[in-house]
């Protein structure tokens, strides 16, 4: 048995805990074994709880926090405190609670007017009853959902179906964090209210779908991208917020520095030529062509886009969503648009040698093309188009540049805690340059510390927001005539290193000793 007197005892005296705390301890988990977070102190997250004797709650604290790789320390709270405590999760919950009950209400009147009208013979018994999808309940439900996410920076909402009740994580700077529990029974009226706005067919729940839908929330309007998909316990909804207010982006934002900027300055003023970005899904790859495509004269140029969906507005930009269905796709679009006096053209993706081939086409006969294609690397776009039956003498007078990238989480400034640059972290850095030329080595200056994330009060994960981390493949005659031998990835590699090439994880490490985001990022790349 725990000595009590050995534990501090933590007094709440009214006080809200704010959400950025709350997140690292689900509702129904604090609920259940009734433990909360209290607030952060020099790293440490602190944690109220009721009866410090309870095994079973000890090891779901020990389980949750270690998922966040947070330290924690226990205090005493009364079970008074702790029912206050759990009220500052009304901010989400206590609304879809008031929505939920309302909704419960309705469907056992619904069940009273249904026997009601049963005994008095009414055979139309059905026609009586409300199309519970678009009644308030469900209505706010969803609206809760939407304005929480918005309001606390999440990029996707996932509205997930279990065995016994619906999940609701928000993502938030490429993180998924459990908001709450919705009941089983309001599943199929939700995902229902999602489909409406989005103009999806109701009754199609065995493959998925996709939609959009617009929301004025706070006074604005934000545009949500929606996806379906069908899962084992019912369909499953994504929901990708796209904000216009965060649309103008500058290409030093995303993540570009000096001789970065540079190169991306001068392949934008090109005439014609195509460049390709590359990276996994939800790597960032059309905010920096957004940011491309902003740095560019609008005014003097006919620019033309290509999307699949249209994610934000341009002024400026001709934009135009492809459509699978009706066959206006990346191929036939493209076509298109080369009759309507194009100099700049942006396609959301080649996908298909039919694309790939009309891409490069448009480049040879003038125009500046921008695009993305889905590789590992920057190294890989060559090979890709090769794969996809490109022939290889096309492409040299027509790449100018391949940009590789991912994201990676930006260090909060009070958050950083310093390690110094030593053992195996030197030997790593070592390791990892031991083949760039020296003459470009000595370019790279590693500082005597790097950091690591700590918690703070204000930045409890010890990172806020996102940038990039870039990798750069340009074209000069020798990579010309390499091309047309269709080189391996080693062969490129090899080629372009010799000439100063640096990889994404090269970039992160200067991001790293630039102090923005932590060492830790850099372990993660390959």
Same mark, same amino acid.
């Given at each position: 048995?725990?000595?009590?007197?050995?534990?501090?005892?933590?007094?709440?005296?009214? !006080?809200?805990?704010?959400?950025?705390?709350?997140?690292?301890?689900?509702?129904?988990?604090?609920?259940?074994?009734?433990?909360?977070?209290? &607030?952060?102190?020099?790293?440490?997250?602190?944690?109220?709880?009721?009866?410090?004797? !309870?095994?079973?709650?000890?090891?779901?604290?020990?389980?949750?926090?270690?998922?966040?790789?947070?330290?924690?320390? +226990?205090?005493? +709270?009364?079970?008074?405190?702790?029912?206050e405590?759990?009220?500052?999760?009304?901010?989400l919950?206590?609304?879809? $609670?008031?929505?939920?009950d309302?909704?419960?209400?309705?469907?056992?009147?619904?069940?009273?007017?249904?026997?009601?009208?049963?005994? $008095?013979?009414?055979?139309?018994?059905?026609?009586? @009853?409300?199309? +519970?999808?678009e009644?308030?309940?469900?209505?706010?439900?969803?609206?809760?959902?939407?304005?929480?996410?918005?309001?606390?920076?999440?990029?996707?909402?996932?509205?997930?179906?279990?065995?016994?009740?619906?999940?609701?994580?928000?993502?938030?700077?490429?993180?998924?964090?459990?908001?709450?529990?919705?009941?089983?029974?309001?599943?199929?009226?939700?995902?229902?209210?999602?489909?409406?706005?989005?103009?999806m067919?109701?009754?199609?729940?065995?493959?998925?779908?996709?939609?959009?839908?617009?929301?004025?929330?706070?006074?604005?309007?934000? &545009?949500?991208?929606?996806?379906?998909?069908?899962?084992?316990?019912?369909?499953k909804?994504?929901?990708?917020?796209?904000?216009? $207010?965060?649309?103008?982006?500058?290409?030093?934002?995303?993540?570009?520095?000096?001789?970065?900027?540079?190169?991306?300055?001068?392949?934008?003023?090109?005439?014609?030529?195509?460049?390709?970005?590359?990276?996994?899904?939800?790597?960032?790859?059309?905010?920096?062509?957004?940011?491309?495509?902003?740095?560019?004269?609008?005014?003097?140029?006919?620019?033309?886009?290509?999307?699949?969906?249209?994610?934000?507005?341009?002024?400026?930009?001709?934009?135009?969503?492809?459509?699978?269905?009706?066959?206006?796709?990346?191929?036939?679009?493209?076509?298109?648009?080369l009759?309507?006096?194009p100099?700049?053209?942006?396609?959301?993706?080649?996908?298909?040698?039919?694309?790939?081939?009309?891409?490069?086409?448009?480049?040879?006969?003038?125009?500046?093309?921008?695009? @993305?294609?889905?590789? !590992?690397?920057?190294?890989?776009?060559?090979?890709?188009?090769?794969d996809?039956?490109?022939d290889?003498?096309?492409?040299?007078?027509?790449?100018?540049?391949?940009?590789g990238?991912?994201?990676?989480?930006?260090?909060?400034?009070?958050?950083?805690?310093?390690?110094?640059?030593?053992?195996?972290?030197?030997?790593?850095?070592?390791?990892?340059?031991?083949?760039?030329?020296?003459?470009?080595?000595?370019?790279?200056?590693?500082?005597?510390?790097?950091?690591?994330?700590?918690?703070?009060?204000?930045?409890?994960?010890?990172?806020?927001?996102?940038?990039?981390?870039?990798?750069?493949?340009?074209?000069?005659?020798?990579?010309?005539?390499?091309?047309?031998?269709?080189?391996?990835?080693?062969?490129?590699?090899?080629?372009?290193?010799?000439?100063?090439f640096?990889?994404?994880?090269?970039?992160?490490?200067?991001?790293?000793?630039?102090?923005?985001?932590?060492?830790?990022?850099?372990?993660?790349?390959?």
């Amino acid at each position: 048995m725990t000595d009590l007197s050995s534990i501090p005892v933590a007094q709440l005296n009214g !006080n809200r805990i704010s959400f950025d705390i709350l997140k690292f301890i689900p509702e129904d988990a604090a609920g259940y074994y009734k433990f909360i977070p209290l &607030d952060f102190k020099d790293g440490v997250l602190q944690v109220g709880m009721v009866d410090p004797d !309870n095994i079973e709650a000890r090891d779901a604290l020990q389980f949750i926090a270690s998922k966040s790789n947070l330290p924690f320390k +226990i205090f005493l +709270i009364s079970e008074e405190n702790f029912t206050e405590a759990l009220k500052s999760y009304e901010a989400l919950g206590g609304q879809v $609670d008031e929505a939920l009950d309302a909704f419960a209400a309705e469907i056992e009147a619904d069940k009273k007017d249904s026997t009601e009208l049963l005994k $008095d013979g009414e055979q139309k018994a059905s026609s009586k @009853t409300p199309n +519970i999808i678009e009644e308030a309940p469900v209505t706010k439900i969803v609206g809760v959902i939407l304005q929480h996410a918005t309001e606390g920076n999440a990029s996707d909402i996932h509205i997930e179906p279990t065995t016994e009740q619906v999940r609701v994580r928000f993502r938030v700077d490429g993180v998924l964090y459990t908001s709450l529990f919705l009941p089983k029974a309001v599943q199929e009226a939700v995902v229902a209210r999602i489909k409406i706005l989005t103009n999806m067919k109701l009754d199609e729940k065995r493959k998925p779908q996709d939609g959009r839908f617009s929301a004025k929330i706070d006074g604005r309007k934000i &545009d949500f991208r929606v996806s379906t998909f069908p899962t084992y316990f019912g369909e499953k909804v994504v929901l990708r917020i796209l904000d216009p $207010d965060k649309k103008l982006i500058s290409l030093a934002s995303v993540g570009f520095v000096g001789e970065q900027l540079a190169q991306i300055d001068a392949v934008i003023k090109k005439p014609h030529g195509l460049v390709l970005l590359t990276g996994p899904t939800g790597s960032g790859k059309t905010t920096t062509l957004y940011a491309m495509l902003n740095a560019l004269d609008k005014e003097q140029a006919n620019v033309v886009s290509l999307e699949d969906p249209i994610e934000y507005d341009i002024a400026g930009i001709n934009q135009s969503q492809v459509q699978a269905d009706i066959n206006y796709t990346f191929a036939s679009g493209l076509r298109s648009i080369l009759r309507q006096d194009p100099d700049i053209i942006m396609v959301g993706e080649i996908r298909d040698k039919e694309t790939a081939t009309l891409a490069i086409q448009a480049s040879l006969t003038g125009h500046l093309v921008f695009s @993305t294609i889905h590789t !590992n690397s920057a190294i890989g776009v060559v090979p890709r188009l090769i794969d996809m039956g490109v022939d290889p003498f096309l492409i040299p007078p027509t790449l100018v540049m391949a940009i590789g990238q991912r994201l990676v989480p930006l260090l909060c400034p009070e958050a950083r805690n310093p390690v110094p640059v030593e053992g195996s972290i030197k030997m790593m850095i070592d390791k990892q340059l031991s083949d760039l030329p020296e003459i470009f080595r000595r370019e790279i200056m590693i500082p005597d510390m790097v950091y690591e994330a700590k918690s703070t009060a204000s930045c409890p994960s010890g990172t806020k927001g996102r940038t990039a981390v870039f990798e750069f493949i340009t074209m000069d005659r020798d990579l010309e005539h390499l091309i047309l031998k269709s080189p391996s990835e080693d062969d490129i590699y090899n080629h372009v290193r010799a000439k100063g090439f640096t990889s994404m994880k090269e970039d992160a490490m200067r991001k790293a000793f630039a102090g923005q985001i932590s060492f830790t990022e850099v372990n993660k790349f390959n």
